[in-house]
């Protein structure tokens, strides 16, 4: 073998001193970090390959200090990040962070046990039963998807996979009723503004793709799914021989905050028998303040719901909330019976084995970390969180409006403001309006100075500014109006 030598020292990687000292580095480097998240360009502006390009091509053989890797963070990776605690970033949705939620991550990290069945670790199955049902309450869910009325929660690493076991769930109860065979018959809906993750899990499960139906939304409803379209396209599929087997609702969709009729999407989802799942990641969220949950109303017709703290409640990646009002069908779906996992608990059948409501066998104590977050912060200070996101929304929103060279193409509903720059008069080079608002976008994006996503919505290209970083105060909104106002008038120009 080559020239791999054997340290002389004793190697201890949980030595207690290095560990206190050099946590204590990070936290410090970290929180510089926070203090200069501004001064960056928001979106990173390096080039593919950048980072490939000047590292080492093989591993160092003996330990590098601390100090030395920190400074290789600053001048090479930093750069090459994308500042999403920067108060300046609005695009997608925000990923909060907060002190309760790197505190809860650091506890979860540091006590790194592997709860996957109750004896591993009975206090993170425990907490996590105790947090799934104190969340649900602050959602006002109806009893039955709570562990106290016979249903349960899960906390997943994100609402795909909260998708996937759903949707593994609702296609083997299905199929135990009409047989295995069938399942190249069974269709999966939603809408054209539903998230891909619907279209992934639906693959995932073996849903054939041409029976994946992304139903038409129009400003009519608010690119809302209408139930009516919803039994049509059932109907049909019944007749040619199909068989109707799972509806995702969207409370707050990713492209434009549009939120789908629970209520009557449940009444079509009973008269098909067919799984009905709310996807609520983003406005989830917002539906604990009491003037915003109305969103929610129906949602005692839907077999299970989900929403990400990791996206809008102060709660560091990654969390996922997934209530079921039928924890059996998740079980029955998901679990295996290995015998080196056989223990008198699991037999007893008295305990929650969460290994069996998820695609992986290890698993976080993410419980940690959302029960921080309610604790250190208590709902009185999460709901004024969420309200003061969108009282910054409506601020924005009303600054487009002061510019007739602007348009908001959406309604506002919780935070996200969909605008674009009004189309051109026609015969100008411009279509519809999207080459002018794409070039405007990558202005305001290679500025550094804010960062926007955009989506189309019924055929619209429009940019997104969604507002809710931890950071992001009105100064920062009405800076970034600025900004956009300046490359307009620059656009418009020339
Ligand atoms: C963000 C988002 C998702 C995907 O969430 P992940 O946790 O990243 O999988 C799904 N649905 C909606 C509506 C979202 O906004």
Redesign the pocket.
Same mark, same amino acid.
């Given at each position: 073998m080559g020239s791999l030598s054997v340290p002389t020292d004793i190697f201890n990687p949980l030595d207690i001193n290095t560990f206190t000292q050099e946590s204590q580095m990070v936290l410090n480097f970290i929180s510089d970090y926070y203090k200069n998240v501004e001064n960056f360009p928001v979106q990173s502006q390096v080039e593919p390959g950048y980072l490939w390009k000047n590292s080492p091509n093989t591993p160092p053989n003996s330990p590098e200090s601390l100090e030395t890797i920190l400074d290789d963070i600053r001048s090479s990776i930093i750069p090459g990040l994308t500042h999403w605690q920067s108060p300046n970033f609005f695009a $997608? $949705?925000q990923a909060n962070a907060s002190t309760a939620g790197f505190l809860g991550e650091m506890l979860c990290t540091g006590f790194n046990v592997v709860g996957f069945n109750w004896i591993t670790s009975p206090a993170a199955t425990e907490l996590e039963r105790v947090v799934m049902d104190w969340m649900g309450k602050l959602l006002n869910l109806p009893s039955p998807f709570l562990f106290s009325g016979n249903g349960g929660g899960v906390l997943h +690493?994100?609402?795909?996979?909260?998708?996937v076991c759903t949707l593994a769930a609702a296609r083997d109860a299905l199929l135990k009723e009409v047989g295995g065979d069938k399942i190249t018959k069974l269709v999966v809906y939603g809408s054209d503004q /539903?998230?891909f993750?619907l279209q992934k899990a639906s693959k995932l499960v073996g849903i054939p793709p041409s029976n994946f139906r992304a139903l038409a939304t129009t400003a009519s409803t608010g690119f809302g799914l209408c139930a009516h379209d919803v039994r049509k396209a059932m109907q049909e599929d019944v007749a040619s021989g199909l068989i109707p087997l799972f509806l995702c609702a969207?409370v +707050? /969709?990713?492209g434009c905050g549009a939120v789908d009729p629970i209520e009557s999407l449940g009444h079509v989802a009973r008269e098909y028998g067919v799984w009905f799942h709310v996807? #609520?990641?983003? #406005?989830g969220s917002a539906c604990i303040c009491p003037e915003y949950r109305h969103y929610l109303d129906g949602v005692e017709h839907a077999d299970s719901i989900s929403m990400?703290p990791?996206?809008w409640f102060l709660t560091n990646m990654?969390c996922?909330c997934l209530w079921v009002k039928n924890p059996r069908s998740l079980v029955d779906s998901l679990s295996t019976d290995p015998e080196i996992l056989r223990n008198e608990a699991t037999e007893s059948m008295g305990v929650v084995d969460y290994k069996d409501w998820q695609i992986a066998l290890s698993r976080r104590f993410r419980a940690m970390k959302l029960w921080v977050v309610i604790r250190r912060y208590g709902v009185a200070n999460l709901m004024a969180h969420i309200r003061s996101d969108i009282s910054l929304a409506k601020r924005f929103e009303a600054l487009v409006k002061t510019d007739s060279r602007f348009e908001v193409v959406v309604p506002r509903r919780f935070a996200l403001v969909c605008f674009r720059l009004k189309p051109p008069r026609k015969g100008e080079d411009d279509d519809d309006g999207s080459k002018l608002n794409r070039k405007l976008l990558g202005a305001i994006n290679s500025s550094g100075r804010a960062y926007m996503s955009h989506s189309v919505v019924g055929g619209t290209y429009t940019i997104r500014c969604a507002i809710g970083t931890t950071l992001t105060s009105q100064q920062h909104v009405e800076a970034a109006w600025k900004l956009i106002q300046e490359k307009a008038d620059h656009f418009l120009l020339v």
């Open positions: $997608f $949705f +690493g994100s609402t795909c996979e909260s998708i /539903t998230h993750s969207t +707050g /969709t990713t996807d #609520a990641a983003y #406005a990400n990791h996206k990654d996922c």
